[in-house]
């Protein structure tokens, strides 16, 4: 069935770092591909996402790119700040609409 | 437009008592869910509902039921609670974006502690 690897985490950065979160998908299907972020004591919020091959994905300076040939769609942010720390959720949607979660990484920025 | 709120916050119970979570969303979407989190597992789905009137079991059904009530409402019953029931609690609605794909809105989530 379909499913989503992530890199274990923590991830730990200093500020203005380059952040990147590993993520690849199994899927049978054409998925469309999501980042959710969870901040301390909150739920999920889209991040970003892609819905076809090639496309990026932005938002608040993170990005990701759907690669079909190596079934990824890594997260990247050129300058991390201490208000970045949180938990990502790599996901997937395909053909219905249930969303298949990886287990998440948790990302803490120190100052 | 509140979104998806969910009660209790917080809650505490004893083994073998019972209590229903809440869910309403007010964006008229027609897919909701319930999700637990543990640490280490992400998330997994306990139910869900496509439609008013339809509901499906998802990863981790045993020891829930559901009732989606209407369009807006679906709530979470755990008929007799145990401490492996001890966790965070998400609901979340979705539609279709229009662009190829569902994105799912996530509630504040509520603490359950089972003891």
């Known amino acids: 069935g379909d499913s989503v690897t992530q890199m274990e985490g923590p991830v730990t950065l200093s500020e203005e770092a380059f952040l990147t979160i590993n993520c690849t998908y199994t899927?049978?299907?054409?998925?469309?591909l999501f980042w959710y972020v969870q901040y301390p004591g909150e739920g999920l919020q889209l991040l970003l996402k892609?819905?076809?091959?090639?496309d990026k994905g932005s938002n608040k300076g993170f990005e990701a790119t759907y690669r079909k040939e190596t079934t990824s769609f890594h997260l990247e942010k050129g300058s991390v700040q201490v208000s970045d720390s949180a938990v990502y959720f790599c996901?997937?949607?395909?053909?219905?609409?249930?969303?298949?979660f990886g287990k998440g990484t948790r990302l803490h920025i120190l100052p | 437009n509140a979104g998806v709120t969910q009660t209790p916050k917080f809650q505490v119970l004893k083994t073998g008592q019972s209590m229903t979570l809440q869910c309403a969303q007010d964006?008229?979407?027609?897919?909701m869910y319930w999700y637990r989190q543990d640490p280490g597992m992400g998330l997994r789905l306990i139910y869900y509902s496509a439609s008013e009137g339809t509901t499906d079991k998802g990863e981790v059904p045993n020891g829930y039921n559901v009732s989606r009530l209407n369009k807006r409402e679906f709530s979470l019953r755990l008929e007799s609670a145990a401490p492996s029931q001890t966790s965070v609690y998400f609901c979340?609605?979705?539609?279709?974006?229009?662009?190829?794909?569902?994105?799912?809105?996530f509630g504040p989530g509520t603490r359950l502690t089972v003891t």
């Open positions: 996901a997937l949607s395909d053909r219905d609409d249930k969303i298949i």
């Open positions: 979340a609605s979705s539609d279709f974006s229009g662009v190829g794909s569902y994105e799912q809105y």
């Open positions: 892609a819905t076809k091959a090639d």
């Open positions: 899927a049978t299907g054409y998925p469309s």
């Open positions: 964006m008229n979407h027609n897919s």
